[in-house]
């Protein structure tokens, strides 16, 4: 698949010309390949991670490629050094095999919801009561690298302009001069983003613009579990698991609404495909039933008289 080869194209580049595919100065060492940042690079391997996992199954000609492409990014995930990839790989890679159970009976299903419901609540409760200790375990402060800082200064910069934000791309584009100097008194230095994706629309289009956004997100989930329910393809796993990735992503990332990001074209396409085309399982159905029915009714035909 492409991803199989970007991710081989990022470990050869990165084999062949180590000073330019890892960071120098800041992250020394960890790799970039052929993208600008660790992050990106981290991305990208995680969701050619999980497009792999997820046509594995159905593809038997080429699975040793497969295999090699989905080995290869993990490598990536993990010379990129990226916790946040890792962490994201493991946990939806364990929720690969969950989704794929509810297609099977309504008793498996419910068992599965349970001890998916139960998995992420423990999650959870692990995460509240020993998050300091998570996160020096990860090699993270416990301020996520000054992310809770920066974002308790945006809270209070997005309250001025709670409803309709600062407006879209404004808020960010003024620099030393514009509304997020005051983050260099945090952090010692300027950033482009919140960190957040949700925190960025909040600050771009306030509330109404982050509620609308919202509904849509919860939308394109229902017509995922519909996906799911609806074909037993690679295609049915797909918007669920891109939906979980981009979400996710987006509690530590902004990837919206940049409008060339791919975590933010993912969304888009897989949400346009959801919309003009529903449930393949069932229109592969009724494609399937004339024809069944055309058959029987010439098999039912009495016998000619003469014969």
Request: proline content about 4%; glycine content about 8%; aromatic content about 14%.
């Amino acid at each position: 698949s492409a991803l199989s080869a970007g991710a081989f194209s990022h470990f050869v580049f990165g084999l062949l010309f180590p000073a330019y595919a890892q960071h120098v100065m800041y992250w020394s060492g960890a790799w970039r390949g052929l993208m600008t940042h660790k992050n990106s690079l981290a991305q990208l391997s995680v969701l050619g991670a999980l497009v792999i996992q997820m046509v594995l199954p159905f593809h038997y000609r080429h699975k040793r490629w497969l295999w090699a492409g989905l080995a290869t990014c993990v490598m990536l995930v993990l010379l990129s050094t990226s916790k946040t990839g890792f962490v994201l790989l493991l946990l939806l890679s364990l929720l690969l095999p969950i989704l794929r159970s509810l297609r099977v009976n309504r008793i498996e299903a419910k068992l599965a919801v349970v001890t998916m419901f139960l998995f992420i609540l423990t999650l959870i409760a692990a995460f509240v009561g020993n998050y300091e200790l998570i996160l020096t375990s990860l090699g993270r402060d416990p301020t996520l690298t000054g992310r809770t800082d920066i974002w308790a200064v945006l809270l209070e910069k997005a309250s001025k302009h709670i409803w309709f934000g600062y407006g879209f791309e404004v808020f960010w584009s003024g620099g030393m001069d514009g509304e997020a100097v005051d983050l260099w008194y945090v952090n010692r230095y300027i950033v482009d983003t919140a960190h957040n994706g949700f925190l960025d629309i909040l600050l771009e289009l306030g509330i109404v613009g982050l509620g609308i956004f919202l509904a849509s997100v919860v939308m394109n989930f229902l017509r995922g579990l519909q996906w799911l329910s609806g074909t037993r393809s690679p295609e049915g796993l797909y918007p669920l698991v891109v939906m979980a990735y981009w979400i996710v992503y987006n509690l530590s990332e902004s990837t919206v609404p940049t409008p060339y990001s791919i975590n933010w074209i993912l969304f888009v396409s897989v949400a346009t495909s959801m919309l003009i085309y529903r449930l393949p399982g069932r229109r592969a159905i009724a494609h399937n039933q004339p024809r069944q029915r055309l058959h029987t009714t010439y098999e039912a035909l009495p016998a000619h008289p003469d014969s």
